[in-house]
């Protein structure tokens, strides 16, 4: 069973391009988790999502931001239009089921290291 | 909402010898769980130890234990024999309903050899 796999590991982009993280679950899990990693400081959560539903959103900037876990395929964050102050680590998680942090059964990627120039 | 702040930029301990990182929290949660993740070079997160608030035990999982102060809002986490794969960044958290977790700044730990 792999784990929670996110791709690309380091993404590069121009200001004003966009940017597409992937990330698929572990297999089995139907429940995914954006963070967001700024230079030197600790994960920020972005949001939370089930098949095909946003759960919540509360964290992710209203603009230019997006998320989406469809049916078939990977969990997809989008940001459009870049900025240097999106440049940091963007990490994934996944779970079999709500409140899994707790449970130990929630994994997290290796992350996308997003870098603007 | 919840804040969980570390107050360690930096520690640095001997190769085999035991250090303690500290963690203070707030939350208006009465029910809720505290972690411990280490992030290694490879940046991947991996949990170390978890606490649950309504138990008044501290967690222990081999050479890692928490001091859990509930009263304080305090939740450190002592490292004994340390070793040089213990060197990594790590991260306080704790959580919403066990789905959102909110994290302190880090603390990068040096093992010297």
């Known amino acids: 069973n792999a784990g929670v796999m996110q791709n690309p590991r380091h993404l590069v982009r121009r200001r004003g391009q966009e940017a597409r993280l992937r990330c698929s679950p572990m297999?089995?899990?139907?429940?995914v988790y954006w963070y967001r990693q700024l230079p030197e400081e600790g994960l920020k959560f972005m949001v939370y999502?089930?098949?095909?539903?946003?759960?919540?959103e509360s964290g992710m900037p209203k603009e230019r931001f997006s998320a989406e876990f469809p049916k078939e395929g990977p969990s997809i964050l989008r940001i459009q239009q870049v900025v240097r102050g999106d440049s940091a680590a963007y990490f994934c998680?996944?779970?079999?089921?709500?409140?899994?942090?707790?449970?130990?059964?929630?994994?997290f990627g290796q992350g996308t290291r997003l870098t603007v120039v | 909402a919840q804040t969980v702040t570390q107050s360690q930029p930096e520690m640095s301990v001997q190769e085999a010898e035991t250090v303690t990182l500290s963690c203070t929290y707030d939350?208006?949660?009465?029910?809720?769980?505290l972690f411990w993740y280490k992030q290694p070079p490879s940046r991947q997160m991996i949990l170390v130890i978890r606490?649950?608030?309504?138990?008044?035990q501290n967690a222990t999982e081999n050479r890692f234990s928490v001091n859990f102060q509930k009263a304080a809002k305090s939740f450190s986490l002592k490292i004994s024999d340390s070793q040089l794969g213990d060197a990594a960044m790590y991260f306080c958290?704790?959580?919403?309903?066990?789905?959102?977790?909110?994290f302190g700044g880090g603390t990068r730990l040096m093992v010297k050899p």
């Open positions: 606490q649950e608030a309504y138990k008044q």
């Open positions: 297999k089995g899990h139907s429940h």
């Open positions: 999502l089930q098949k095909e539903n946003i759960i919540d």
């Open positions: 958290a704790s959580d919403n309903a066990g789905n959102m977790l909110t």
């Open positions: 939350t208006s949660e009465s029910d809720y769980y």
């Open positions: 998680a996944s779970s079999p089921s709500v409140g899994s942090f707790r449970d130990t059964e929630a994994f």
